[in-house]
């Protein structure tokens, strides 16, 4: 539904090539990474995210990053085997014939100036959106990386927590970081008020309400609250509540807070190079 309007800026037939590779790589390569250890896990899903991101995320603000990405990142923390994957590569191989058939459709009419060759050569480390999209490709698989070593389940949700407040501006940055925790923190709050008053019979639904606020919310804050029914509703079952609380949340701060130091340091490390050039 996504791609009904979103494009990838550049002709359609090398758009839709890349989408159809984008769902190959988010099939096998979460699969893959699960099978490693978090270092080289944390390798492939660089090289997997570099491809996401540089080719399928070129402009910033049309998000494609929060559907590629958190595609990603949700099939690599789902991961499933044996006749659960078999079912998965045949849905995702209808997903892309779908997605690839109602992109095309909508975009084949459109004239675009650039092509792939053009994306590579807009590849300059002095821009902020080159270094936006390094920081996206390296800090994700980095918190997946520390997380694992750190043993904490659930690490992908640190890992979207680092790439929802990744943005190609400091100030953005700082207001995703705050608006991502207090949100948390009231998502928690309400979720585990939900929990103590509804029928456990109904606890499932909980999930299906975030996903509608979700879908009304226009403000990230409200995004970050309504996102976390959803997820606590699925870890409760395994954690329990207090474990799933306490998961949510500090897998949720570590990620913000890692993701803007790493955009911090990044960033300087930049502004000096560039001095010292």
């Not at 699960?34 to 995320?57: E, T």
């Not at 990603?72 to 014939?97: E, I, P």
């Not at 403000?219 to 509540?241: K, P, R």
Request: hydrophobic share 50%.
């Amino acid at each position: 539904m996504v791609f009904r309007n979103a494009d990838l800026g550049i002709h359609t037939g090398q758009s839709t090539m890349l989408l159809a590779l984008f769902f190959v790589i988010m099939t096998v390569c979460p699969h893959l990474a699960n099978q490693f250890s978090p270092v080289l896990g944390m390798l492939l899903n660089i090289a997997a995210l570099a491809v996401l991101i540089l080719f399928g995320c070129h402009n910033p603000f049309m998000f494609n990053q929060s559907t590629l990405v958190l595609g990603y990142l949700l099939l690599y923390g789902y991961d499933v085997t044996g006749k659960s994957y078999q079912m998965r590569l045949v849905g995702m191989a209808f997903g892309a014939a779908l997605t690839c058939f109602v992109f095309y459709r909508n975009h084949k009419n459109r004239t675009y100036k650039r092509n792939l060759k053009d994306l590579i050569q807009e590849f300059d480390i002095t821009s902020s959106r080159t270094k936006w999209q390094i920081c996206q490709i390296l800090c994700v698989p980095i918190v997946l990386c520390i997380a694992e070593l750190c043993n904490m389940p659930r690490a992908m949700w640190a890992g979207i927590a680092a790439m929802s407040t990744i943005l190609p501006f400091m100030e953005d940055m700082h207001y995703r970081v705050r608006k991502r925790i207090v949100g948390n923190i009231a998502g928690v709050i309400c979720f585990t008020v939900l929990y103590f008053l509804l029928p456990s019979s109904i606890y499932a639904y909980i999930g299906i309400l975030g996903g509608i606020g979700v879908g009304f919310s226009a403000q990230y804050g409200w995004q970050a609250v309504f996102n976390t029914f959803g997820a606590l509703a699925i870890a409760a079952e395994t954690y329990g509540l207090q474990g799933a609380v306490s998961l949510r949340v500090i897998q949720n701060v570590f990620g913000v807070v890692f993701a803007l130091a790493f955009c911090v340091i990044f960033y300087w490390f930049m502004s000096k190079k560039r001095k010292v050039m």
